[in-house]
């Protein structure tokens, strides 16, 4: 019965990509939008999981490496006319820079001070696109007029296309991050999280495993992220603060760090709890409203679904199928 669990995932996977393929051309485009941003940001909480549920680190900084990507993909799209391919493996390349450079930071630090160091990244990040004003736009940030994630040739909208590229991105992403928990890197990183000092005594270079964790969640978090304002258009500081990297941190531990479905349901939150909050109360207010109904969600979470809503749906899956094959 477990063997057949097993099979089933794959398969459950694939047929979602073949749903998701459809998708495009059963809504509009305005839903299709809340739909692709989806997808973006599930990529970087895929990227946030690898960081807390397979290496046991904490960035509350995420939402600004986010934000790198996404003005690292815009401005060389606004400024130079790069295809935004291209600007989105520069966005993927910065964040790796940074992302090595806090790790290493962190490690000289020493202690748990990755997450202080990333807190301070966050409240600082959106201060300094407010003062390089000739490259970021400043308070303002950069417009488009419209998506450069667009094929005229192929007869399908931006929006459609933009969700394929968003879709297909995901679905590598998810591909490449879970080989790569299952092979010698997510060894180290099992045995890293378990036990440091037992990890080292096994031969693991427990510093280089952190950075590199470190390193890869931040170039995936900065995909994500220029993925986003590329679809969007749009990159302004208001949207990098410090509450949106919490909100991301939040999203991956309700959705469920260690697996790969939780990035989905994590993501979802982020973008349609605002909105409902915004349909229920409205005004000013929803904003503060969606904040706290996150506190309150992610305080249920951890006292009844520790691992996450999807790891624990997944925990009670395996103990049916096994209390069915010993009936």
């Not at 994500?224 to 208001?238: K, R």
């Not at 409203?289 to 969600?297: E, H, R």
């Amino acid at each position: 019965m477990n063997a057949l669990l097993r099979r089933a995932v794959p398969v459950g996977w694939a047929a979602a990509l073949g749903i998701g393929v459809v998708v495009p051309f059963l809504v509009s485009d305005y839903d299709l939008l809340d739909l692709t941003r989806m997808l973006a940001v599930a990529i970087t909480v895929a990227a946030l999981n690898l960081l807390l549920g397979h290496s046991g680190q904490i960035s509350v900084g995420h939402g600004a490496i986010f934000g790198l990507g996404g003005y690292a993909a815009l401005v060389p799209v606004a400024t130079y006319g790069w295809p935004w391919w291209s600007a989105l493996v520069l966005s993927g390349a910065v964040c790796l820079a940074l992302g090595l450079l806090l790790g290493t930071l962190a490690l000289k630090m020493g202690g748990a001070n990755l997450g202080l160091l990333t807190i301070a990244v966050a409240a600082v990040f959106p201060l300094l696109l407010i003062h390089l004003k000739p490259l970021t736009g400043g308070t303002f940030g950069i417009f488009l007029a419209r998506s450069p994630i667009a094929a005229d040739w192929t007869g399908l909208t931006a929006a459609q296309f933009g969700f394929l590229v968003c879709l297909a991105a995901l679905a590598l992403t998810l591909l490449a991050l879970g080989n790569l928990v299952t092979g010698r890197l997510g060894r180290a990183l099992a045995a890293v999280r378990t036990n440091v000092l037992l990890a080292a005594a096994n031969g693991v270079n427990v510093n280089r495993t952190k950075v590199l964790a470190f390193a890869v969640s931040s170039t995936v978090a900065g995909i994500g992220g220029g993925l986003y304002a590329l679809v969007t258009a749009i990159a302004v500081p208001d949207s990098y603060l410090v509450p949106f990297s919490i909100t991301l941190l939040a999203a991956s531990v309700v959705g469920g760090s260690g697996t790969r479905a939780g990035a989905l349901v994590g993501a979802a939150i982020v973008i349609y709890l605002p909105e409902l909050a915004e349909n229920l109360v409205g005004g000013e207010s929803a904003g503060n409203w969606s904040q706290l109904v996150y506190a309150l969600i992610l305080i249920l979470t951890l006292t009844l679904a520790p691992a996450g809503l999807v790891g624990d749906l997944s925990h009670l899956a395996r103990r049916a199928t096994r209390h069915s094959a010993n009936r």
